[in-house]
């Protein structure tokens, strides 16, 4: 079974400072992998997605993230956080196999300091 | 484009109570659809989902039930709130052969 881990419960950054959040994946193939973002009392909304091709993606308000099969990890990164880059952050697996159920990770909250 | 829309977006209830949540999706047809529930402070649990009309697919057995009548409408229904039962409750839906999800904004659900 496919499974997703994300090893940080909270991350602690400074504004201005880098952020690379962690994200593991077991998966029998090559994965369709995405990362999303949920601001506190809301939805999630998806930040960047890969399904082949180029390692490393490009997604929404300055984030970007790279699929390292040997590794099999998606990290997610972004050069300067924003305060308003404070919420939670949860990496995805897409439905295998036949299946329609992705597989999400227990998501990691970014707290960003003034 | 698409929307999705999830009503009420908050609701206190008493235990014993039925309980009807309501998701539509504008803009697509024939989307998978997806209940998901978050307790405070934990991650995403899937309720139920469905590819199609009438077609539904429990993944957690409880008091909950979700039915589809419209292509585009999915309800989640309880006959009768437990305590157990609070907590943030996210529709999704999903294009054909996409993947990714779309989110809808909530429904905060206390149970009292």
């Known amino acids: 079974a496919q499974s997703v881990t994300q090893p940080d419960i909270h991350i602690t950054v400074s504004e201005g400072a880098s952020l690379e959040l962690r994200c593991n994946y077991s998966y029998g193939a090559t994965p369709y992998l995405f990362w999303y973002v949920q601001s506190p009392g809301q939805g999630l909304q998806l930040l960047l997605k890969?399904?082949?091709?180029?390692?490393l993606v490009q997604g929404i308000k300055g984030f970007e993230a790279e699929f390292k099969r040997s590794q099999s990890s998606f990290n997610l990164r972004k050069p300067s956080v924003h305060w308003s880059d404070a919420a939670e952050y949860f990496c995805a697996v897409g439905p295998s196999g036949g299946s329609y159920i992705p597989t999400f990770g227990r998501g990691t909250s970014l707290i960003v300091h003034p | 484009s698409q929307t999705i829309h999830q009503w009420p977006a908050t609701l206190v209830q008493p235990v014993g109570s039925p309980l009807s949540l309501e998701c539509t999706v504008e803009?697509?047809?024939?989307?998978?659809l997806y209940w998901y529930r978050q307790a405070a402070g934990r991650g995403l649990q899937l309720l139920f989902y469905?590819?199609?009309?009438?077609?539904i697919s429990s993944e957690v057995p409880q008091n909950l039930s979700a039915s589809r009548p419209q292509d585009r409408q999915f309800i989640l229904s309880s006959k009768k709130l437990l305590l157990s039962d609070s907590g943030f409750y996210l529709c999704?839906?999903?294009?054909?052969?996409?993947?990714?999800?779309?989110f809808g904004p909530g429904t905060r659900l206390t149970v009292t």
């Open positions: 999704a839906w999903e294009g054909p052969n996409s993947y990714e999800q779309y």
């Open positions: 469905s590819v199609g009309i009438g077609q």
């Open positions: 890969y399904f082949s091709g180029d390692t």
């Open positions: 803009g697509t047809s024939n989307p998978n």
